[in-house]
């Protein structure tokens, strides 16, 4: 059974930085995808960053355009958490920040992504 825990979120300033970490557990398929999504009150879930891996290789990592500058997606092994550090935050930041795991499609699409975390809320004050 895949399980996903994020923590990492809190309450910070405009303009600071700050990481979310995703522990995973669970996954035994030799391919597969995982992703960070965003959802405020009101908006749909949105991508916001992700990555695949083969074979324990990554071959994709993929950011949303409107963030790429300001984001980094990582994990330091394929054991390791899931990581996102985000840079210069801004208020429209604030969400809860939710992370995922697929089947390695590449996709930016919700419903690309089959496991799904509790959340972490970032908020973000001017």
């Known amino acids: 059974q895949v399980q996903l825990v994020e923590s990492g979120g809190r309450l910070v300033q405009a303009g600071d930085s700050l990481r979310l970490s995703c522990v995973v557990s669970g996954i035994t398929d030799n391919k597969y995808s995982m992703a960070w999504f965003r959802q405020s009150p009101g908006k749909e879930r949105e991508f916001v960053a992700g990555m695949a891996w083969y074979g324990g290789v990554p071959y994709w990592r993929d950011y949303a355009d409107a963030m790429k500058s300001r984001l980094t997606i990582s994990r330091d092994d394929v054991m390791g958490p899931l990581y996102l550090q985000m840079d210069y935050l801004k208020p429209e930041d604030t969400a809860v920040y939710y992370c995922?795991?697929?089947?390695?499609?590449?996709?930016?699409?919700?419903?690309?992504?089959?496991?799904w975390g509790q959340g972490t809320q970032v908020t973000v004050s001017s």
């Open positions: 995922a795991t697929g089947s390695g499609s590449d996709s930016h699409a919700v419903s690309a992504y089959t496991h």
